[in-house]
């Protein structure tokens, strides 16, 4: 008779994977997760089933992780405008909290990795849409959660291709500028 999972366990070895993966990427083989988590490439096959298998959990727990904290940061508060929150979240998801999910999803855009969670290109942009457009309706603006999300991606994108974090940060501030709602007597005005 085989021993019964213990959920508590593969929860914590999970837990232990993806602050490895995040920290250092998504590795080729087990022994870095092994060393991380304190136990065998053997317990974390009878844990998990197979290598991949045990990567694209790291990879769901890892992207759930992000989707919790980030979420938070997208939604919008009554205490200042929308475009100041996506200032903010912007802020963050560039800096030291958000990197390490944006070079371990990075590595999505590879073919080799890209075939452990095959549509999360997909995925990865749906996720964020509603959030937006949530807190884009704030402003009135639900409309242009689309044009949101494309300007951080192609922003993002342009920061991990140059590293040139004062020049993406400018465009963002800029582009929010741009998305600020007018004044009524302004807009109505022309100027």
């Known amino acids: 008779m085989g021993r019964r999972p213990q959920p508590d366990i593969k929860n914590r070895l999970l837990d232990a994977c993806a602050d490895h993966a995040l920290a250092h990427g998504l590795p080729d083989r087990l022994e870095p997760l092994a060393t991380a988590t304190g136990t065998s490439a053997r317990m ?3 844990h998990f089933g197979t290598r991949d298998a045990l990567l694209r959990a790291v990879l769901g727990h890892a992207r759930q992780r992000q989707l919790d904290a980030f979420g938070d ?4 508060r009554s205490d200042e405008p929308y475009t100041a929150t996506l200032d903010r979240a912007w802020t ?3 800096g030291v909290d958000g990197r390490p999910y944006l070079q371990m999803f990075g590595q999505l855009r590879e073919s080799t990795v890209q075939q452990l969670w095959p549509g999360f290109r997909r995925t990865a942009t749906t996720d964020w849409l509603g959030p937006l457009e949530d807190g884009l309706r704030s402003i009135g603006r639900p ?3 689309t ?3 494309a300007v951080i991606r192609g922003l993002l994108m342009d920061l991990d291709a ?3 974090t004062a020049r993406t940060d400018r465009a963002f501030r800029d582009f929010l500028a741009a998305v600020e709602p007018r004044p009524r007597h302004a807009a109505a005005s022309g100027s």
């Open 44 to 46: 974390l096959i009878y």
């Open 73 to 76: 940061l997208l939604k919008a």
């Open 92 to 94: 963050s998801i560039t």
């Open 143 to 145: 409309e242009l959660a």
């Open 147 to 149: 044009l949101v999300l």
């Open 162 to 164: 140059t590293g040139d």
